[in-house]
């Protein structure tokens, strides 16, 4: 496979940004917690785009203007401030999270700048009430700022330190509500050299920084914490850039499918060569007149509303609407992207997958008569406002130009199922400006120091300590030092030193992986219930055997505190003399049977004992009473 990808010319990097578990926010002294419960501030906007120094518009941010949509911002008074609500410049940019960016760029063997310069990203799709977010370039990558990897090492380009965007609650057609208790959380952003291979080097080297992170103890936790933008390109297709990918171990499917994705554009760029297409400009019809005695619910439902049915012919297009690109997603899909984003609408129809919907075989030869196609052209039809469906259809007309020449570099938002979607144009470098607000950071020799001395273990002494002080395996050790999970099991261990490491490093590989297999979901689950699970099984309130059962029903109600779980699941631990009391009475239940088949009744004993304690006491230690107390009967009788 890896051969493969070196033929096709794959290049990906990475962007890794990760927030910073610190007190106040990166540029003001308002904390760093998510609420959700109602905010009493609610305030709209509308945003608009800049000119860089240059008297530049980037292209990106212009899309966002032309939605025309206005934001609507939800905030707390005693949890956000004006610095957030941009009714107050910015505060001196937060020494804690810079402290904690320096540290995490010493690790990686990077070289800081002696000033940094705070920076201006044009950003207007809402995420920031400012119009941009503010970024600041802190360390550069040096030949020794390396992630090794068996498929050769990746070097490190850039550190950054910025400040997080708002959190969106929902989106309509007019407007977005975004809360501002996530915005100016610190975030720092890695970003990675373009020299992996192959989708598998792209997860190891995610997971790799993801450690790199956890190891130091300073990021946060849990869901929305940590993601990852992918730049993947290959030799005869473009630069992709793919946002949000926020599961690490989505990462290899996602640049799969990306490479599966251009492979397939670049099949329809060629079957248009065949077909002898070099250009797509059809004008755009109104057909209403075709559909109003459809007996198309959906059709009909848009007509009685006033709106308009607006078809555009393409030429030569004819079978390749309805190609597949990806895993339930067609060039079809493609259109509809671009559709939607430029247009506002909120689907098309396509010959491709005619008939369909209700949409009748004459209504359709009637269409491609009225349009004047022959068999290789198809046709894209769209029911809304007349005005949104043409500018939608001018996007789906501009990106079929773009499918005569492969693949279009773009934008794209990450799905759940590692498919991918259109989400603007690639932004450009007129999107960066000084911020004037905030003076530029000198980093001292002394700061550097003083930072170095109090680095912590790296990923080989830890390994170590692993093997011979909590008597991992060397597979466990292993397995928990590059696990995502890695922090949680050294807090675990050092808090609570009454459960052995080796049951805590079990639970949160072993166990964890085996229940995700079963579709638990387990990222539900707060650190801090993990922790009291742990505390529980320290106390002996449970046994190391129901924490499966518990974890499943931690994940299915995560907002049940851990006791009453324990308790609605029956798990509470059994004391010692309940447990003899129990194997007396089903022994002495069961005398006769244990006569006259001998040690043989053992397994019966202990599985009428276990169908009571399961989950409740520690099986090794049941089994050894159940051999005792068999044992005794047998004698007795001998």
Request: hydrophobic share 35%.
């Given at each position: 496979m890896l051969k493969k990808y070196e033929e096709l010319g794959l290049k990906v990097g990475l962007e890794l940004h990760q927030q910073l578990n610190t007190k106040c926010k990166l540029f003001c002294s308002c904390p760093t917690m998510l609420r959700d419960d109602e905010p009493d501030i609610t305030f709209v906007r509308f945003l608009r785009p800049t000119r860089s120094e240059l008297g530049a518009i980037d292209e990106a941010a212009l899309l966002?203007?032309?939605k025309g949509k206005a934001y609507v911002y939800q905030a707390y008074s005693d949890t956000?401030?004006?610095?957030?609500?941009?009714?107050?410049?910015?505060?001196p940019l937060n020494d804690e999270a810079l402290d904690i960016a320096l540290e995490i760029a010493l690790m990686l063997?990077?070289?800081m700048p002696s000033v940094i310069q705070v920076m201006r990203k044009v950003v207007i799709d809402g995420s920031n009430t400012t119009g941009f977010q503010r970024t600041a370039i802190i360390a550069l990558g040096t030949p020794e700022s390396i992630?090794?990897?068996?498929?050769?090492p990746v070097h490190i380009q850039t550190i950054c330190l910025e400040e997080d965007a708002a959190r969106k609650i929902s989106e309509t057609e007019n407007e977005v509500i975004f809360r501002l208790d996530r915005l100016g959380i610190p975030l720092i952003e890695v970003s990675t050299a373009p020299e992996i291979k192959s989708p598998e080097q792209a997860q190891r080297v995610a997971l790799k920084l993801g450690q790199l992170f956890r190891i130091l103890g300073k990021v946060k936790r849990g869901l929305g914490t940590i993601r990852q933008d992918i730049n993947i390109s290959l030799e005869k297709g473009a630069k992709v850039e793919i946002k949000g990918v926020q599961d690490l171990e989505l990462i290899s499917k996602v640049v799969e499918l990306e490479v599966q994705r251009q492979l397939r554009l670049l099949e329809i760029k060629d079957e248009l060569e065949k077909r002898g297409i070099n250009d797509v400009d059809s004008a755009i019809v109104d057909v209403t007149d075709i559909f109003e005695n459809t007996k198309s619910k959906i059709v009909l439902q848009g007509i009685k509303k006033g709106h308009r049915v607006m078809a555009v012919k393409l030429e030569g297009?004819?079978?390749l609407v309805g190609r597949e690109l990806q895993p339930g997603r067609r060039f079809g899909t493609e259109l509809k992207d671009y559709a939607t984003v430029w247009g506002g609408v909120k689907g098309l129809f396509?010959?491709?997958?005619?008939?369909?919907?209700?949409?009748?075989?004459?209504?359709?030869?009637?269409?491609?008569k009225k349009l004047k196609c022959n068999d290789q052209d198809a046709v894209v039809f769209i029911v809304d406002e007349k005005d949104k469906a043409e500018r939608a259809l001018q996007a789906v007309l501009r990106r079929c130009k773009e499918a005569l020449h492969g693949v279009p570099d773009e934008t794209r938002a990450a799905n759940p199922d590692g498919t991918t979607r259109y989400m603007r144009p690639r932004p450009g470098a007129s999107r960066m400006y000084p911020e004037t607000d905030v003076r530029p950071i000198i980093i001292t020799e002394d700061r550097l120091k003083r930072l170095a001395a109090s680095l912590p273990e790296m990923p080989e002494q830890k390994l170590k300590k692993f093997i011979e002080e909590y008597g991992l395996s060397k597979?466990?050790?292993?397995?928990?030092?590059?696990s995502y999970r890695l922090d949680l099991f050294e807090k675990i261990v050092s808090s609570i030193p009454e459960v052995p490491p080796v049951v805590v490093a079990t639970t949160l590989e072993y166990t964890w992986k085996s229940l995700k297999r079963e579709g638990v979901q387990l990222e539900n689950i707060d650190e801090t219930k993990l922790l009291d699970l742990f505390k529980a099984l320290g106390q002996k309130i449970i046994a190391k055997e129901a924490l499966p059962d518990v974890l499943k029903a931690m994940a299915e109600k995560p907002d049940l505190p851990v006791m009453t779980i324990i308790e609605q699941l029956g798990l509470r631990a059994m004391s010692l003399d309940e447990v003899h009391s129990l194997v007396d009475r089903i022994v002495n239940e069961n005398k006769e049977v244990i006569i006259s088949k001998g040690e043989r009744a053992i397994k019966l004993v202990m599985g009428k004992v276990m169908s009571t304690l399961r989950g409740k006491v520690d099986g090794k230690l049941v089994s050894d009473i159940v051999k005792e107390k068999v044992s005794q009967v047998i004698q007795s009788r001998s």
């Open positions: 966002e203007y032309e956000t401030c004006l610095v957030e609500m941009d009714e107050e410049p910015p505060h063997k990077a070289q992630i090794d990897d068996p498929e050769g297009f004819a079978g396509h010959t491709d997958e005619m008939p369909a919907y209700g949409i009748s075989p004459v209504e359709i030869e009637e269409l491609k597979d466990l050790a292993l397995l928990m030092i590059n």
